[in-house]
């Protein structure tokens, strides 16, 4: 890698966030001082908003003075292999290389692994301009490039250029839709970087699956006041099912006289599964729940004639194998979706029963796939479907005006000025703050699904002709649904001043942390 100089060009975007800090601070002053204070000027407002903005700059300074430690980084590296005699031996390098790592672990007061992850992260980071150029530019954070640098690991020349450019490149050929990949936070841009890489990495998922598989393992970690983490790395689908049976068990568990949040109450059911019953958890008392969960699968894959990967709802890409096991398997709680192989759109959800509420809701899952709130990651297992617009005001009830929201969201939603826009049968809402940002919603960023190497059969070509004829029809004329249940009651159809938002607000509720399940 050739020593590329280019921090100048990152430090010119420095100099101007400075500035912009600069100029925020002198207008927040003269307004703490009561100076030049136009007429209708509210100054609090003004100078709340200062603060938001001043949070803004200084998160696009860190991300330009992370472009400044990596590209320095990577001119270290560069300069020392540089210094290195050409007929040095390898041994030579090794060490040479060794030795320029703990010096940046000095410099930067981390510890040598850190030092050497860092160079590997910039070097790779530093090799793909478009990524470059928006860390340089403030507009992506180093979570976001470390994000980058970790999928293009295992990713040749060609195969990382191609995931950035779809990601990056405006004018790609297939770019990536919906929000752009650095406005999602950082966990839920991996969930979706990730999700392209699988479908476009040379070596099959399949391949790469068999080898996790012979790599799972229980990991026990002490840690401070008396507590431990115990960590299983397992085959997606089992990790699944795992932690969608435990949610709905303490969901069933949650009552008037059940004080542990659904966060305590998670690994209560977890530890008295494994040590046995008559631990204290309350399992006796109730029977264990189905916990559904959506298995998108391409069509061909279904079948066999491709080994593409399909997605497990709540998780991610697996492989079709497991995808055809799932289904063809008789596991009750897996509900399969069909893909069009045109345009990898859903065609249809299975069910085991005609009752359209589930289907819909599944569907709703299916496109938003976690809470549609800006930056929440609470996947669909753990959601309630929402009215975007309040029925007593005139919302209708069907696909186009209902999204997944979080109980912590879906308070904030109908207790603050944070508004959702219009969603689609294909899109999530977007959202827009109180002072006036406007989220972008996060489509799906499906793509057209793989064709076997042979010609199909003229049966299979009219049964997905007819198959995409169906979705489009149902989409045209979305059907109305209602709770199928008494015991719930949909907040949106309450007046304000309704007492059960009392009991609503005081609900205690708790949300697993983004770091929890997103680890790779």
Request: glycine content about 8%; hydrophobic content about 40%; some cysteine.
């Amino acid at each position: 890698m050739g020593i590329s100089g280019g921090v100048g060009v990152v430090l010119e975007g420095v100099r101007a966030s400075v500035a912009a800090l600069d100029a925020l601070e002198r207008e927040d002053a003269s307004l703490a001082a009561g100076a030049s204070v136009g007429a209708g000027v509210d100054v609090l407002q003004r100078r709340y908003e200062i603060r938001l903005e001043r949070l803004e700059v200084a998160s696009r300074l860190e991300a330009q003075l992370a472009g400044v430690k990596a590209q320095d980084a990577a001119d270290a590296v560069g300069f020392q292999e540089a210094m290195t005699p050409p007929d040095a031996s390898v041994q030579d390098r090794t060490y040479a290389q060794m030795s320029v790592v703990e010096e940046i672990a000095g410099v930067l007061t981390i510890s040598s692994a850190g030092a050497g992850a860092l160079v590997e992260q910039s070097r790779r980071i530093c090799s793909l301009p478009l990524v470059m150029n928006a860390l340089a530019a403030g507009v992506m954070s180093w979570q976001h490039a470390r994000v980058v640098a970790d999928e293009t690991e295992s990713l040749d020349a060609v195969g990382a250029a191609g995931l950035v450019a779809h990601f990056f490149d405006p004018d790609a050929p297939d770019p990536a839709r919906g929000a752009a990949p650095v406005e999602l936070v950082p966990s839920r841009f991996r969930a979706k970087i990730r999700a392209w890489r699988e479908r476009h990495h040379p070596e099959s998922i399949q391949k790469r699956h068999a080898k996790g598989v012979a790599d799972r393992r229980m990991e026990y970690t002490p840690d401070r006041d008396g507590m431990a983490w115990v960590s299983l790395y397992l085959p997606g689908d089992t990790a699944c099912a795992i932690w969608n049976r435990t949610t709905a068990t303490a969901r069933g568990l949650q009552g008037p006289n059940e004080p542990r949040t659904l966060t305590q109450l998670r690994p209560d059911i977890a530890a008295s599964l494994l040590l046995g019953a008559g631990t204290g958890t309350g399992l006796a008392e109730i029977p264990t729940p189905r916990a559904d969960v959506l298995v998108t699968v391409p069509v061909f894959a279904l079948l066999g004639l491709t080994d593409e990967p399909a997605v497990l709802d709540g998780f991610g890409p697996i492989p079709a194998s497991m995808a055809r096991k799932l289904v063809a398997g008789g596991a009750e709680s897996f509900y399969r979706v069909l893909v069009d192989p045109r345009d990898g759109a859903p065609l249809e959800i299975g069910r085991k029963n005609y009752r359209l509420t589930g289907a819909i809701k599944r569907w709703i899952r299916l496109r938003d796939a976690q809470c549609t709130f800006p930056g929440c990651t609470n996947k669909t297992p753990d959601n309630e479907t929402d009215h975007l617009t309040a029925w007593q005001h005139g919302g209708t009830t069907n696909v186009s005006n209902l999204a997944q929201l979080c109980r912590k969201h879906h308070r904030l939603k109908h207790h603050s000025q944070w508004t959702p826009g219009p969603a689609t049968s294909k899109d999530p809402p977007g959202w827009t703050s109180p002072t006036g940002r406007h989220y972008k919603p996060e489509r799906q960023d499906s793509e057209p699904t793989h064709w076997p190497p042979e010609s199909l059969p003229p049966w299979l070509q009219r049964e997905a002709a007819g198959k995409c004829q169906c979705l489009e029809a149902s989409l045209e004329n979305p059907p109305q649904w209602e709770p199928d249940d008494d015991r719930y009651v949909d907040l949106n159809d309450l007046p304000a001043d309704d007492p059960l938002w009392a009991e609503f607000l005081a609900t205690q509720f708790a949300l697993v942390p983004d770091a929890i399940g997103v680890r790779s």
